[in-house]
């Protein structure tokens, strides 16, 4: 069984950086994309980034380009999402997600290309 634990969210100003991490069990992390989502208050979750499983290949949300950079360890099972000059409605839970096919060069912006969560971890941004 596959589990993935973020880490790092938290209370920020406006302006700030804040790092998320995932860290996933398992000896097959390096064979999967994986991709960050966030769900705001009221708000369906929505795709912010993702990576290929070689870490060769990143795609992001038009909202977040130029100040979000996802990035990966494979020797350490993790996953990172840097978020830099953070904005109040950057205000939401931020999921990790382990996409469901091994060793592919594309990315996937929807739920469906995913079969992995983890619990998802908070990120405030005030104003």
């Known amino acids: 069984q596959v589990q993935l634990v973020e880490s790092g969210g938290g209370l920020v100003q406006a302006g700030g950086p804040l790092r998320l991490s995932c860290a996933a069990s398992?000896?097959?992390?390096?064979?999967?994309?994986m991709g960050w989502f966030r769900q705001a208050p009221g708000k369906e979750r929505e795709f912010v980034a993702a990576?290929?499983?070689?870490?060769?290949?990143?795609y992001y949300a038009d909202f977040v380009k130029g100040r979000f950079t996802i990035s990966r360890d494979n020797a350490k099972n993790t996953v990172y999402l840097q978020m830099n000059r953070l904005k109040p409605e950057d205000t939401a839970v931020y999921y990790c997600?382990?996409?469901?096919?091994?060793?592919?060069?594309?990315?996937?912006?929807?739920?469906?290309?995913?079969?992995?969560w983890g619990q998802g971890t908070q990120v405030t941004v005030s104003s």
């Open positions: 997600a382990r996409g469901k096919v091994t060793y592919s060069n594309s990315y996937y912006y929807t739920e469906g290309g995913y079969n992995y």
């Open positions: 990576i290929t499983w070689s870490g060769d290949n990143t």
């Open positions: 398992g000896r097959t992390f390096l064979r999967h994309g």
